[in-house]
């Protein structure tokens, strides 16, 4: 079910509680010691791919509380092949929810119907009964949140609807971005963030600039530390490497999905994917430096399976 909410609706449905509360999103469980960082599934059916690859890390029952309200962010940016979330993995990322005991899923955006129709997200949404919740861009529907130990930014503005949820699945596309050459799971929060914040993240120069570029991947590092999603899983299927992060552009064809609690793990092994080197995208390295996770979680950190 699909439904859009301007700043009337949402007040009127009661979202002001869990807000008050102001209790953190965050993973309910990450695994136990030795337990893999990075689960990575391959082959030509993407859903099974995406559920082998949350298998390898103990299963979504590792990362959610049961009953929990469960809050999905795919990519819709682009209508373009590579430049989007596959439905396949939507599909069977909201089965694994409903399967770890999740009491409600939905998908949370103020990008608009057309564009999880044109991507063919909407469809699936409706056929696996979860919610699809399309917010007006509204400043009054987004909550200040401070960012611990923020470089660039100080505070994030984040879509309030988050906080009615337990968790974050975060489920971008690996792509390229004409500014800073990479997005996945770490770029990918910038769904949720206000989108009239989100333009001070681009300085005038963001395309070509090092520190304009560099500014942007702070900013990026910064919501980071606001938002901490419980699981991210990246649809490193089939991506753009050039024209990002729109498109249309060449394709890469890896048929891999990959997941993982850490994101900068994650984000570097989509990046390594194309032959990108993790340390030299600016956004990695210094989520890296900056605690957030680690760029190389070593052999015993990463476990993959075909289907």
């Known amino acids: ?3 859009t909410f301007g700043r009337r609706e949402f007040f009127k449905a009661g ?7 102001g209790r953190p999103l965050g993973a309910f469980a990450a695994g136990g010691k030795g337990a893999p960082v990075v689960g990575v599934g391959s082959g030509d059916d993407f859903g099974k791919a995406a559920t082998r690859a949350v298998e390898l ?3 979504m029952k590792a990362f959610l509380p049961r009953g929990a309200r469960v809050a999905l962010l795919p990519n819709v940016q682009s209508r373009h092949p590579g430049s989007f979330t596959k439905p396949e993995i939507l599909r069977a990322v909201i089965r694994l929810c409903r399967e770890a005991g999740a009491s409600e899923v939905n998908c949370l955006s103020w990008q608009t119907v057309k564009q999880w129709e044109d991507t063919g997200l909407k469809a699936v949404i409706e056929a696996e009964g ?3 919740k399309i917010f007006a861009k509204d400043e009054t529907l987004f909550r200040a949140v401070p960012v611990p130990g923020g470089l660039a930014l100080k505070e994030a503005r984040i879509l309030a609807a988050l906080y009615d949820h337990d968790a974050l699945v975060n489920m971008p596309v690996a792509k390229d971005h004409a500014g800073n050459k990479f997005t996945g799971s770490m770029k990918n929060l910038m769904g949720l963030n206000s989108p009239v914040s989100n333009r001070t993240f681009h300085r005038p120069n963001w395309l ?3 520190e304009d570029v560099a500014h942007l991947d702070q900013c990026i590092v910064d919501l980071n530390k606001a938002v901490r999603p419980a699981l991210n899983i990246v649809d490193a299927t089939e991506f753009i490497v050039t024209n990002g992060p729109f498109g249309p552009g060449e394709i890469l064809k890896p048929h891999k999905v990959v997941a993982g609690a850490d994101r900068v ?3 570097a092994y989509c990046a390594a994917l194309w032959g990108l080197k993790p340390e030299d995208i600016v956004q990695i390295k210094r989520a890296a430096d900056q605690g957030l996770g680690r760029i190389a979680p070593g052999k015993r950190g990463l476990r993959e399976a075909r289907v």
């Open 208 to 210: 070509t600039d090092p």
């Open 130 to 132: 979860a919610g699809l």
């Open 265 to 267: 793990a994650v984000d």
């Open 15 to 21: 979202a002001g509680l869990a807000l008050a509360l």
């Open 57 to 59: 890390l103990g299963g």
């Open 1 to 3: 079910m699909s439904r």
